[in-house]
């Protein structure tokens, strides 16, 4: 595992843990020193077992190649669990993921609920490998196993009312440790727009590396949208429901001048707290950050919109 400094990135937890310590007024500039100078960084470690897959030949449009398997598994943000990225994969190790519904409803014609294996029986899923590229400044190439969200969207039939995509996480403190910590408000919710729930490229994973969804990444299915940064991302769906008002998302919740609705990588707005110019690409080092992410395809959704004020 490559070695890199706590000072590359920017945790978003350390921030945050300290504001709740921090109840004066003088939070806001105390927070943000200790966040900057504080350091944070827990190094994936845990020896892989067994044949972990090779990312070899695997490689974005950009060619950029495939994070390992080790990366993409010891590396997570899952705050349901833990705040520390090297922990989530042990906690989450026994997280129960059989039997699962997604209950999909809301402004449909035809509302569903789905069993896990259904879905993964109805959609044929197909390998895309996307960046994901983290709010706090790091990003990791991962090869998804999923299918578009518009394909289960065509079957529940939004209405001409629907503006909006609600998406729910899994709310079982029991089982998720992390839940039981009350700063953040659960259940995980986030939202898209529908034109951007029906872009081609926003998918439902359901597994990397050509396996079934470790629990670390968001078993046993979460959204992907590679032109926004990585929280947009939300893990173990359990519910989606199209809306007529933008939905509120839990980091929307804790922090609204931070962390957007719209989301969408963006080098020329930076974080309240640090620059978004630059990434550290995990195993690889510091590059310059891609507008969308790299995926321009997506711009002309956002036409006549000023991505500064909708960040
Ligand atoms: N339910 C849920 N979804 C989540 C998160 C989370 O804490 N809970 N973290 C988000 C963040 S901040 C990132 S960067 C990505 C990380 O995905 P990965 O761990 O599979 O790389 O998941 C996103 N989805
Ligand atoms: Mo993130």
Redesign the pocket.
């Known amino acids: 595992m490559e070695n890199f400094k706590s000072s590359d990135i920017t945790p978003?937890h350390v921030y945050f843990n300290r504001r709740r310590f921090l109840k004066g007024a003088f939070w806001t500039t105390t927070a943000a020193v200790l966040a900057a100078c504080t350091p944070r960084f827990s190094t994936p470690g845990a020896a892989s077992s067994g044949a972990a897959p090779s990312a070899a030949g695997l490689k974005d449009e950009l060619s950029d190649p495939a994070n390992s398997y080790q990366d993409?598994t010891n590396?997570?943000?899952?705050?349901?669990f833990t705040t520390d990225?090297a922990g989530?994969a042990p906690l989450s190790q026994n997280f129960i993921t059989s039997p699962w519904q997604v209950k999909v409803g809301g402004l449909v014609n035809n509302p569903k609920t789905y069993d896990i294996d259904d879905i993964r029986k109805k959609f044929t899923q197909e390998e895309r490998i996307y960046r994901?590229r983290?709010?706090?400044g790091w990003s990791?190439v991962?090869p998804w196993e999923g299918f578009a969200l518009n394909k289960l969207l065509a079957e529940v039939q939004p209405t001409s009312d629907a503006r909006y995509v609600r998406f729910e996480?899994?709310y079982d403190p029991r089982q998720m440790p992390?839940q039981n910590d009350t700063f953040f408000q659960w259940?995980?919710v986030?939202g898209l727009r529908v034109d951007e729930a029906m872009n081609d490229l926003t998918l439902l994973a359901t597994g990397l590396y050509g396996k079934t969804l470790p629990n670390?990444?968001?078993a046993p299915v979460?959204?992907v949208v590679p032109w926004k940064?990585?929280?947009?991302?939300?893990?173990?769906i359990v519910k989606i429901d199209l809306v007529k008002e933008m939905p509120v998302s839990?980091?929307m919740l804790a922090a609204r001048n931070e962390y957007g609705f719209y989301a969408n990588v963006n080098p020329e707005v930076p974080h309240p707290r640090w620059s978004q110019s630059t990434e550290l690409r995990i195993g690889s080092g510091r590059r310059p950050t891609l507008k969308f992410n790299g995926y321009s395809q997506v711009s002309s959704l956002y036409d006549g919109m000023d991505l500064k004020q909708n960040f």
């Open positions: 978003e993409i590396y997570n943000n899952y705050y349901e990225k989530v994901l983290c709010v706090e990791l991962i996480s899994v992390g259940p995980y986030e670390q990444d968001g979460r959204l940064y990585g929280f947009k991302n939300i893990k173990a839990l980091w």
